[in-house]
């Protein structure tokens, strides 16, 4: 793999550890200033709502610079965070401060992963596509489990809101390895003219519609519906975890179980290239039933070690799917319309998440967490079954089939 590709893999390392240390911090102090789930569903919705919208960046992302793109969302990302800082220790000390700035965040990071996605054809071969996304993801998932783990214990021994002031060193030490990047692709620029707002407006409309009609006329809309529920209950565990883990034991299983989850996508992920001869149908059947299964216990027993255990058990088939997903379409879509099709995809089941965050804070505020945690493993037994049910999607092929017949795009 080239050297771009390991300048984009640190970048996006050291940005990883950056939103570890912020999510944890914000989300926890949060819910230590209130103790009120509500709030911290407020919080994953606005954090999570612009992922409604993740559509109408892929066709912004295709036509624009994406190392440039790359490291000014990082700069960004700096810039709210010392915003919201100053604002809560000098003259706004409530919970609001910390909470109004979320969605410039969450908007800032819609464009990295697309970007960063949509530059992987270009750092490596068509045969290490899967490898390479494998390794990104394995990165993402390991250094999230790590510094999750250790912000969470922290938080028990220092402030939250240092932690959340240290997040930026390392989205600035992103910045640094994503300026480093030597592109030798020719980046497509517009020829120098006068801007004519009307006809820009009209081309992106085109490249936002014919990527809809690309979706729409494809096998992927089939398993959207189960996408869309799968989502909507893990929006409601964004919100409910603090209150589920402080009565397992307090502000470390909150880190704890964030590693947890964070291990099985690991898991997932690095096992993904030696599945990807299988077929995709009968792995997610199979997988997601076990998952469901897993999950289910995982909340019932009474045992924090084998809750944990089951809790990253039950994400596996999850960090498995997503890299076989992407790495089939990367070689089935081509390149200058990747961003497009991925982002309406994450579009098509992210509208969900955000609601479920802030309908998930509201009922465990009236209910507790035990409705929430019941329909997460419910809904997993449900994608299974799903797949179980369509032919289409239960006789989907191996991942490197995907792109001919029935299953092209």
């Known amino acids: 793999m080239s050297a771009n590709f390991w300048k984009l893999l640190s970048g996006r390392a050291l940005s990883t550890i950056g939103m570890s240390l912020y999510n944890v911090s914000l989300i926890w102090y949060i819910y230590h200033l209130t103790q009120d789930t509500f709030y911290t569903g407020l919080v994953g919705f606005l954090a999570l709502a612009p992922m409604m919208f993740q559509f109408l960046v892929g066709p912004l992302v295709d036509r624009m610079n994406k190392k440039r793109l790359l490291w000014t969302t990082e700069l960004g990302q700096i810039v709210s965070v010392v915003i919201t800082y100053i604002m809560f220790t000098t003259f706004w000390h409530s919970a609001a401060a910390l909470i109004v700035l979320t969605p410039i965040v969450a908007v800032l990071g819609m464009f990295s992963n697309p970007a960063e996605m949509s530059l992987i054809p270009e750092f490596v071969q068509e045969g290490q596509y899967a490898a390479a996304n494998a390794l990104m993801n394995v990165s993402y998932q390991a250094f999230t489990i790590i510094f999750t783990s250790l912000a969470g214990i922290l938080i028990v021994f220092i402030s939250p809101l240092t932690l959340y002031l240290l997040s930026i060193l390392f989205n600035g030490c992103s910045i640094v390895c994503f300026l480093l990047i030597i592109r030798t692709m020719k980046v497509q620029k517009e020829p120098d003219k006068p801007t004519d707002l009307k006809k820009k407006f009209k081309e992106y409309w085109n490249n936002l519609t014919s990527g809809l009609k690309i979706v729409s006329g494809s096998f992927i809309i089939q398993f959207i519906p189960a996408t869309i529920i799968a989502n909507l209950v893990f929006g409601m565990l964004n919100a409910t975890l603090p209150a589920y883990a402080a009565?397992?034991?307090?502000?470390?299983?909150?880190?704890?179980?964030?590693?947890?989850?964070?291990?099985?996508?690991?898991?997932?992920?690095?096992?993904?290239?030696?599945?990807?001869?299988?077929?995709?149908?009968?792995?997610?059947?199979?997988?997601?039933?076990?998952?469901?299964?897993?999950?289910?216990?995982?909340?019932?027993?009474?045992?924090?070690?084998?809750?944990?255990?089951?809790?990253?058990?039950?994400?596996?088939p999850t960090g498995m799917t997503n890299i076989l997903f992407v790495s089939a379409l990367q070689k089935a879509v081509p390149q200058e319309h990747l961003a497009q099709i991925y982002t309406i995809m994450i579009s098509a089941g992210g509208c969900a998440m955000p609601l479920g965050s802030l309908f998930g804070g509201q009922i465990a505020h009236l209910w507790g967490v035990g409705p929430i945690f019941i329909s997460i493993g419910a809904s997993l037994l449900f994608v299974s079954l799903y797949w179980l049910a369509l032919p289409i999607l239960r006789r989907m092929p191996e991942p490197d089939r995907l792109g001919a017949g029935t299953y092209s795009l």
């Not at 996508?265 to 997610?284: E, Q, S, T």
């Not at 909340?299 to 070690?305: A, D, E, G, H, K």
Request: charged content about 5%; some cysteine.
């Open 247 to 316: 009565g397992r034991g307090g502000a470390q299983w909150y880190g704890f179980y964030q590693s947890a989850e964070t291990i099985g996508i690991l898991i997932g992920a690095a096992a993904a290239p030696l599945v990807k001869k299988f077929m995709l149908g009968r792995l997610v059947i199979c997988g997601f039933f076990l998952s469901g299964i897993s999950w289910l216990i995982s909340y019932f027993t009474s045992l924090n070690s084998l809750s944990l255990i089951l809790y990253a058990a039950s994400l596996v």
